[in-house]
């Protein structure tokens, strides 16, 4: 890998870390200020609120400057968030804000990839990031849930600054303080990422004008024979996966009785899982055979509905585990192809900015669907339901998508594929 890629990774490791652990005391923060059970529920679609909205304009935003500044402005923005939510703003609002400084991070540290790294090194590249993302993800719902527990929470409270009043008096506030050190150094590793040799792309005077630009690339990208799918399954997979965060603390909370802190190390269970498959995805897969993986969507969709049938914690985790696994090893190859196809076709910024819509779109939809189903008393497991039918039969779909396009536009996919190969043995 070359110079400035692990800069890159313990950027993206830091931010995400501290991105898992504010949700995990956003959720407390909800619970025991007396919010409805919908409220903790609406954080997933609040956080991908932007990702939605500013779709046309972050990707860019992403290339029309070095991506390590961008990276960097975006995690400023994430502190102004976290200060939002401990000085009295609407916990759902606040997160929204954060929610805006992903939106804006993440097609420069995907996009950065495609710059730094050339098409061989793709999949292991994507295997590096998804892989130490799920650690970040695992360390961070799990330094939430110590950080809102009894222990952790007394110690943080102790520590009083002499002659100021921060009016910082509850274990999620304390929390989120912490949390605006770990943005920070995050922060930091953004300034040492090295500039690439991409040409910048500026952005036009007139913003509306990104509009018309970015429904093209969504058009395009949809219209790829290859992009189409990678790009359906892993807004799929995302959408599922980004609201599953939520639902596997309401599940531990009914089917287990756990607190938020019990309850947040299972998250982390899912996400040893999806490590170790992002992992062993990155060793065994090749760009190429990336369609290859699409049956094991509708495998992990199937899992989720079995979660209703376990109560026993001993069970549950090499369960989550294994759906996690399934997952990891789904996204990486397909993810790495998206880029592979987006980047051919548009440039790195905005490919990653039409994902980002798509899959936010998606949590959006479906976490939007769970808060209502929620509010209108639907349980837990009957979400659990819905969501994992969802998953298998649109996974089958897409299979069956895929498989009309070999046939139909056999040609056209052989063509797209052999580019991949030959672009991976000779990138």
């Given at each position: 890998?070359?110079?400035?890629?692990?800069?890159?990774?313990?950027?993206?490791?830091?931010?995400?870390?501290?991105?898992?652990?504010?949700?995990?005391?956003?959720?407390?923060?909800?619970?025991?200020?007396?919010?409805?059970?919908?409220?903790?529920?609406?954080?997933?679609?609040?956080?991908?609120?932007?990702?939605?909205?500013?779709?046309?304009?972050?990707?860019?935003?992403?290339?029309?400057?070095?991506?390590?500044?961008?990276?960097?402005?975006?995690?400023?923005?994430?502190?102004?968030?976290?200060?939002?939510?401990?000085?009295?703003?609407?916990?759902?609002?606040?997160?929204?804000?954060?929610?805006?400084?992903?939106?804006?991070?993440?097609?420069?540290?995907?996009?950065?990839?495609?710059?730094?790294?050339p098409p061989s090194q793709l999949v292991k590249?994507?295997?590096?990031?998804?892989?130490?993302?799920?650690?970040?993800?695992?360390?961070?719902v799990l330094v939430g849930g110590q950080l809102?527990?009894?222990?952790?929470?007394?110690?943080?409270?102790?520590?009083?600054?002499?002659?100021?009043?921060?009016?910082?008096?509850?274990?999620?506030?304390?929390?989120?303080?912490?949390?605006?050190?770990?943005?920070?150094?995050?922060?930091?590793?953004?300034?040492?990422?090295?500039?690439?040799?991409?040409?910048?792309?500026?952005?036009?005077?007139?913003?509306?004008?990104?509009?018309?630009?970015?429904?093209?690339?969504?058009?395009?990208?949809?219209?790829?024979?290859?992009?189409?799918?990678?790009?359906?399954?892993?807004?799929?997979?995302?959408?599922?996966?980004?609201?599953?965060?939520?639902?596997?603390?309401?599940?531990?909370?009914?089917?287990?009785?756990?607190?938020?802190?019990?309850?947040?190390?299972?998250?982390?269970?899912?996400?040893?899982?999806?490590?170790?498959?992002?992992?062993?995805?990155?060793?065994?897969?090749?760009?190429?055979?990336?369609?290859?993986?699409?049956?094991?969507?509708?495998?992990?969709?199937?899992?989720?509905?079995?979660?209703?049938?376990?109560?026993?914690?001993?069970?549950?985790?090499?369960?989550?585990?294994?759906?996690?696994?399934?997952?990891?090893?789904?996204?990486?190859?397909?993810?790495?192809?998206?880029?592979?196809?987006?980047?051919?076709?548009?440039?790195?910024?905005?490919?990653?900015?039409?994902?980002?819509?798509?899959?936010?779109?998606?949590?959006?939809?479906?976490?939007?669907?769970?808060?209502?189903?929620?509010?209108?008393?639907?349980?837990?497991?009957?979400?659990?339901?819905?969501?994992?039918?969802?998953?298998?039969?649109?996974?089958?779909?897409?299979?069956?998508?895929?498989?009309?396009?070999?046939?139909?536009?056999?040609?056209?996919?052989?063509?797209?594929?052999?580019?991949?190969?030959?672009?991976?043995?000779?990138?």
């Amino acid at each position: 890998m070359k110079r400035g890629f692990f800069t890159i990774m313990a950027a993206q490791f830091f931010s995400s870390l501290a991105d898992n652990a504010l949700f995990v005391a956003a959720v407390e923060l909800i619970r025991t200020s007396g919010g409805a059970e919908w409220q903790r529920a609406a954080l997933v679609p609040m956080f991908a609120l932007f990702y939605v909205v500013l779709a046309p304009f972050v990707g860019a935003f992403a290339d029309s400057r070095p991506k390590g500044q961008v990276m960097f402005i975006s995690n400023a923005i994430k502190v102004v968030g976290c200060l939002m939510m401990l000085f009295g703003s609407h916990p759902l609002l606040s997160y929204a804000i954060v929610g805006l400084g992903a939106a804006a991070y993440s097609p420069a540290k995907y996009g950065i990839l495609t710059e730094l790294l050339p098409p061989s090194q793709l999949v292991k590249a994507n295997g590096w990031i998804e892989g130490l993302t799920i650690a970040s993800i695992i360390l961070g719902v799990l330094v939430g849930g110590q950080l809102v527990g009894a222990n952790a929470s007394n110690m943080l409270l102790g520590l009083d600054l002499p002659f100021i009043d921060t009016g910082i008096d509850t274990p999620p506030e304390a929390a989120i303080a912490l949390l605006i050190l770990i943005y920070a150094l995050a922060a930091w590793f953004n300034t040492r990422i090295p500039h690439t040799d991409a040409v910048m792309r500026p952005l036009p005077q007139n913003l509306v004008a990104l509009l018309p630009d970015f429904w093209h690339c969504n058009t395009r990208l949809w219209k790829d024979r290859l992009g189409q799918i990678s790009l359906a399954t892993t807004t799929l997979f995302w959408g599922v996966s980004g609201n599953l965060r939520y639902i596997v603390l309401a599940w531990s909370a009914a089917a287990l009785g756990y607190s938020t802190t019990q309850a947040s190390s299972l998250v982390g269970v899912v996400a040893i899982g999806t490590a170790v498959g992002a992992v062993v995805a990155s060793v065994r897969m090749k760009l190429h055979q990336a369609t290859r993986v699409m049956p094991l969507g509708i495998a992990m969709g199937l899992l989720v509905v079995a979660m209703n049938f376990i109560g026993n914690v001993w069970v549950a985790a090499p369960f989550l585990i294994l759906l996690g696994a399934i997952g990891g090893f789904l996204v990486v190859p397909m993810n790495a192809l998206l880029q592979h196809r987006g980047h051919n076709l548009m440039g790195a910024g905005r490919s990653i900015a039409v994902q980002n819509f798509n899959e936010q779109a998606c949590i959006l939809a479906l976490g939007g669907f769970y808060s209502l189903s929620t509010g209108l008393g639907l349980s837990a497991f009957g979400a659990i339901t819905a969501f994992g039918l969802l998953v298998a039969s649109v996974m089958w779909v897409i299979q069956k998508w895929h498989a009309h396009n070999c046939v139909v536009h056999k040609e056209v996919v052989d063509h797209l594929m052999a580019l991949a190969k030959n672009d991976q043995m000779h990138g």
